[in-house]
């Protein structure tokens, strides 16, 4: 019986072309590249959104306006910056807490300030007719303070600019804010887009 020795004959065909080689490698490459450039953005992107975090929450508070007491100005679902301010001044816009919620409203006078309202909802501080341009029509609302009014020490005194829907303090049960309830001062309007800009 004979033993056929067989050898396997491999062709030419059978071997990567270097070409094919180099789009292999090139394949390789790009694969671990795309890994790497990957996780270095989720990680950029992780460290952005926790330092947008922090200064939302701490420097620069994002809110959204909910309800129309302070129409014109300010619209229902329009979203503003707050700065962490604490030198208040008649026409700034505020906000602070009261019942576990976030009010924003305008400061009419600050510690000291002697207010008075008169019946058709004109304002006079310390004796002399408040300027107020932001206004669409003059009110005075639901108010049961005792007139003229002075702002106790480390408040602040606020109304809404739809001064007949707004409640303030020009009622008891809101009553002037201390400083301790307030966030910041209204800086920016941030939405809707074709109102962005400061206040």
Not at 119 to 132: A, C, F, M, P, R
Not at 158 to 186: F, N, P, W
Request: hydrophobic share 40%; net charge positive.
């Amino acid at each position: 019986m004979k033993k056929i020795n067989e050898t396997k004959k491999f062709d030419i065909a059978d071997y990567p072309t270097a070409q094919q080689l180099e789009n292999e490698l090139k394949r390789i490459r790009y694969r671990r590249d795309y890994r790497k450039v990957f996780v270095s953005t989720i990680s950029s992107l992780t460290v952005v959104a926790a330092i947008a975090v922090l200064i939302s929450t701490l420097i620069l508070p994002v809110l959204r306006v909910t309800g129309t007491s302070m129409t014109p100005t300010l619209q229902n679902n329009e979203f503003v910056i707050c700065s962490k301010a604490s030198d208040f001044k008649s026409g700034d816009i505020v906000a602070f807490y009261y019942n576990n919620k976030i009010l924003l409203k305008r400061v009419i006078g600050t510690s000291g300030d002697v207010i008075d309202i008169s019946d058709d909802g004109t304002v006079h501080k310390n004796g002399k007719l408040l300027n107020e341009p932001y206004l669409n029509e003059k009110s005075l609302g639901t108010c049961d303070i005792e007139l003229p009014y002075q702002v106790p020490d480390n408040r602040i005194f606020v109304m809404g600019d739809h001064r007949q829907t707004s409640i303030d303090s020009r009622t008891l049960s809101v009553g002037c804010i201390a400083d301790e309830y307030i966030i910041g001062k209204v800086i920016f309007r941030l939405w809707p887009i074709n109102q962005i800009g400061t206040l």
